[in-house]
């Protein structure tokens, strides 16, 4: 599949439920799972070739019991292959980013917003609630606050 064109409805599908697999949420969105896969399927160099897991993914679903979760997971991750695919998907699910030559690439507000950590601890995305729009705290404030006199010196 080339860069540029949008996941199939039955890559997305079989894209979740190893998402799924993996994480063991099962709530994604369908939207935010295409931009996720080709996300990766954009960062090929730096996470692996995901079409190749989705493949034996498929292979594995196909040999084993519907609900055998465990050896389906364990079996990729014994394959060296897929070691560092693995880590990149559960880094954009979990994070929202995915490592590149050693940095952490951000993948967007979406990615960020509904990354499985806040779920995970419990809590909203920061930045991501209330009036403003994302990234707004980078920007100086549109109102200036009441200050006191103390205050109002150090601006």
Known sequence: MSETTSPSESE??????LVCDLT???DFDTQLLALNLSTLRAERAAVGDIDQ?????????????????????????S??????????????????SVRVNGHWKRCGWRQHEDALVWKALGVHSPMTRGEGEFGDWADRPRHRA???QRNERLV
């Open 24 to 26: 063991a949420f099962d």
């Open 12 to 17: 997305i599908a079989l894209f979740s439920l």
């Open 79 to 96: 394959n060296g292959d897929f070691e560092e695919t693995l880590k990149q998907i559960l880094y954009l699910l979990y994070l929202g």
């Open 146 to 148: 009441r200050t006191d």
């Open 53 to 77: 897991l989705l493949s034996a993914y498929s292979m594995l679903r196909a040999e084993c019991a519907p609900g055998d979760v465990a050896y389906r997971c364990q079996a990729l991750r």
